[in-house]
């Protein structure tokens, strides 16, 4: 028993330097209509088990959307962390998935894009990293 606080010290020590690679952090944000939030927070409450491994399948953990009022309207912020090796592709083999494609058809007449993102064609406006508080074993 006298050894314990020592193995657990050890533990710990082996555990940060055999630490995974950091993965990496993405965040978006867009707005969510008013009439279509009930049914997007339903739809998100009771994921498909195909699109989640998808997610999974493609590196991606720690997934989360949350909504947010702002001067009387919503707005969605998404954030996830990536370990895989090449996003893009990731990211093309996820849109290239029937059921993840099914998926959007039900999500994205949910939401209100920003203007920036409507120019690009898109649904999802790129959020930049401004602070992250970094566990480290010093």
């Given at each position: 028993?006298?050894?314990?606080?020592?193995?657990?010290?050890?533990?710990?020590?082996?555990?940060?330097?055999?630490?995974?690679?950091?993965?990496?952090?993405?965040?978006?944000?867009?707005?969510?209509?008013?009439?279509?939030?009930?049914?997007?927070k339903?739809?998100?409450?009771?994921?498909?088990?195909?699109?989640?491994?998808?997610?999974?399948?493609?590196?991606?953990q720690?997934?989360?959307?949350?909504?947010?009022?702002?001067?009387?309207?919503?707005?969605?912020?998404?954030?996830?962390?990536?370990?895989?090796k090449?996003?893009?592709?990731?990211?093309?083999?996820?849109?290239?998935d029937?059921?993840?494609?099914?998926?959007?058809?039900?999500?994205?007449?949910?939401?209100?894009?920003?203007?920036?993102a409507?120019?690009?064609?898109?649904?999802?406006?790129?959020?930049?990293?401004?602070?992250?508080?970094?566990?480290?074993?010093e």
């Amino acid at each position: 028993m006298k050894y314990l606080p020592c193995l657990l010290l050890a533990g710990m020590l082996v555990g940060c330097a055999t630490a995974p690679k950091e993965p990496h952090r993405y965040a978006w944000v867009t707005g969510l209509k008013p009439d279509k939030a009930a049914y997007y927070k339903d739809l998100h409450a009771h994921p498909w088990p195909s699109v989640m491994k998808q997610l999974k399948d493609c590196h991606v953990q720690n997934y989360s959307i949350f909504e947010r009022e702002i001067d009387g309207k919503l707005y969605l912020f998404s954030y996830l962390e990536y370990t895989g090796k090449d996003f893009d592709a990731d990211m093309k083999k996820m849109a290239a998935d029937p059921e993840t494609v099914r998926w959007w058809k039900e999500t994205d007449p949910c939401q209100q894009p920003l203007p920036e993102a409507v120019a690009r064609g898109k649904i999802w406006s790129d959020a930049q990293e401004v602070f992250h508080l970094k566990w480290t074993c010093e």
